[in-house]
């Protein structure tokens, strides 16, 4: 709304995701190849508990 960007960030400190056991999974959405079908792919994929980051959601679909 009146053109400010929404924009929320989250900083991980600590051994939370060791603690956890938890794998974690890096997934840049800019690459240009990815189609929702293997995005949904990958999804279905991973384990059932993980922590997955997405990375330059903000910039989902720009330039295509």
């Known amino acids: 709304m009146n053109g400010i960007p929404f924009r ?3 900083l991980f400190y600590g051994p939370c995701r060791i603690v956890f056991g938890l794998a974690l999974f890096a997934l840049s959405l800019l690459e240009p190849s990815f189609t ?3 995005l949904a792919s990958l999804f279905r994929k991973l384990p059932p508990r993980c922590i997955v ?3 330059d ?3 989902v679909g ?3």
């Open 62 to 64: 720009r330039g295509r």
């Open 57 to 59: 959601i903000d910039a």
């Open 8 to 10: 929320r960030g989250y």
């Open 36 to 38: 929702e079908r293997e």
């Open 53 to 55: 980051l997405l990375e």
